[in-house]
């Protein structure tokens, strides 16, 4: 289905060219305020000093040429010459009605499928997944969710940290303590160990970079012990992806190893190498230091060795050439915004990335703060552990539901604990600004009120509700009646449903799960409205609002799925 703003947006153009010859696409938006109307056209402002004439007289020779009026209830000029346009209560009811059977809810289908690239989460290999953490894993598999959705052929990359130096360290100190095979909690106390006696201790230090060549030179002994530590690790992962009910397919550093040599390689031979202190360099228009001195994009260090830079250029190469991908999106925090700049520009200047055709954003976020405002720690000035922050969390929602629950046994309250807690966790994240850091807060985000999960989920409980106190076959239902709005609170909830895919299409160019949130919240409140305003059981109308009522659970359902979030029936 088109989207509203898409087919208005086509017929004020149509009536342009016919009004005027003027082929133009119309400036079309939603009324800031609904009692002025759903849709505004604002061309006529901008048309006037063209053609030279009051742009109310613009205004009127627009609505003159626009064919199927009909289906307005209401298109006036307001101000200067805004055209406010309000659909009649059939024409949306007839929409909505196509809308519940569209399997998609109103979401523009793609005319051709692309291959979009989502690199999330990113851990580093012997280390466990933090608070700090969080916001990659949860806006990058929404973004995954989202464009999986919209029929977009989609790869979820992890794009983890599992080489370099501080292997050989970790690898050194294994072989020399006979350490076997573990968790990943005991992992990182041997890491934390190697890494004391790294700085500590001379001779152990030439033993650990002599590991590092060992590994590089894919030593069987090394390699054994490297495969080890990964393994380890992708388990300790595994548990917080499947806790979060988060997939995504690890493809690492080490995987781009055999590609570096070939990517200097080719930068060479283009001539885009300078050397700087014996490193081989890219220098980038636009980008420069503090000092106002040239930055350098460096692809190989002056001992020979790579870096992140050479890893992340193979890795667009790779992705733009072998994959055909055909939008990479990369979700990092913002702090990394200009090393991405620079990768970019690096391949755009390789020749490798052309914005015409492989989009590629960076999606920036701020950091997790606690209630002080500064980075979100545990009592004892430890980096919260992913894990402990959602255990707590969960464990806050288990006290929250004995506290109100007066029923249910012990596993449906494990059960709902689990979604509340982690469906919390994620909402109060995607519901913030994405590029600003936000403050967590258990109780904020478990209250029943507000712009949170559990008032959302308590909205898609009460549909349910509503469905098992009347005690009807929904499948009946459907095939008995349409919808059909007539009262002010059902015309607004309507209207707010049809919105469904206008949200989803900005959210896929801004990339701001925040987009999704907002509705999703304003649609809770306004079916609230209408469940306030319009009596559903034993009402003449009945049938028809059960359908209403089954449309915007649809809908909630499936916002949420979009956003991670796990529903459930009863609370």
Known sequence: METFLSFFRHKMSAAILSAFGEK??????????????????????????????????????????????????????????????????????????????????????????????????????????????????????????????????????????????????????????????????????WYRAAKKQFDDDADFKKRAQREVVRLQAEDPESMHA??????????????????????????????????????????????????????KCLFLDGFKNREGEPLPLMVQKSDGGYNYDTTDLAAIRYRIFTDKAERIIYVTDVGQSLHFQM????????????????????????????????????????????????????DHARKLLIERSTDGSTAEIEHLAHVLGIGAVKYADLSCSRTKDYTFSYERMLRFEGNTAVFLLYSYVRIHGIQR?????????????????????????????????????WMSVDLCPNRLTDYLYALAEKFNAFFRDCRVQGSPEEGERLVLCELTSRILRQGLNILGLETVEKM
């Open 226 to 279: 490297w495969r080890l530590i990964c393994e380890i690790s992708r388990r300790g992962f595994q548990k917080i992806y499947d806790l979060l009910g988060v997939k995504i397919i690890e493809r690492g550093e080490s995987f781009y190893n055999p590609y570096l040599k070939s990517v200097v390689e080719e930068l060479e031979k283009k001539h885009l190498i300078e050397l700087s202190g014996g490193a």
């Open 343 to 394: 990768i970019f520009a690096a391949a755009m200047k390789a020749g490798w990335l052309d914005p015409e055709k492989v989009q590629v954003d960076h999606v920036g976020f701020g950091l997790v703060v606690g209630l002080d405002g500064k980075k979100f720690k545990t009592r004892s000035g430890e980096t919260e552990r992913l894990i402990d922050l959602l255990t707590e969390a969960v």
């Open 24 to 189: 133009i696409p119309a400036d079309v938006s939603i009324c800031p305020q609904e009692e002025f109307g759903h849709y505004q056209c604002n061309s006529a402002l901008q048309l006037a000093k063209t053609l030279k004439m009051s742009p109310r007289v613009v205004a009127q020779k627009i609505i003159d040429h626009l064919e199927g009026r009909e289906i307005f209830s209401k298109i006036e000029i307001a101000g200067p010459g805004f055209i406010n346009c309000a659909l009649s209560a059939d024409y949306l009811s007839k929409e909505l009605t196509k809308q519940l059977h569209d399997p998609f809810l109103g979401a523009p289908r793609p005319s051709h499928k692309k291959k979009i690239i989502v690199e999330f989460s990113s851990p580093n290999v012997a280390k466990e997944l933090h608070v700090g953490h969080i916001r990659s894993t949860i806006i990058g598999d929404c973004l995954a969710r989202l464009f999986e959705f919209l029929g977009q052929d989609v790869l979820r990359l992890n794009h983890i940290g599992d080489w370099g130096t501080q292997f050989g360290m970790l690898i050194a100190y294994m072989k020399e303590k006979k350490c076997k095979a573990t968790d990943l909690e005991e992992l990182m106390q």
């Open 469 to 505: 106190k009347i005690g009807v076959d929904m499948a009946h239902i459907l095939k008995q009646h349409a919808i059909h709005l007539q009262h002010p609170s059902e015309i607004s909830l309507g209207l707010h449903l049809r919105r469904f895919g206008e949200v989803l299409d």
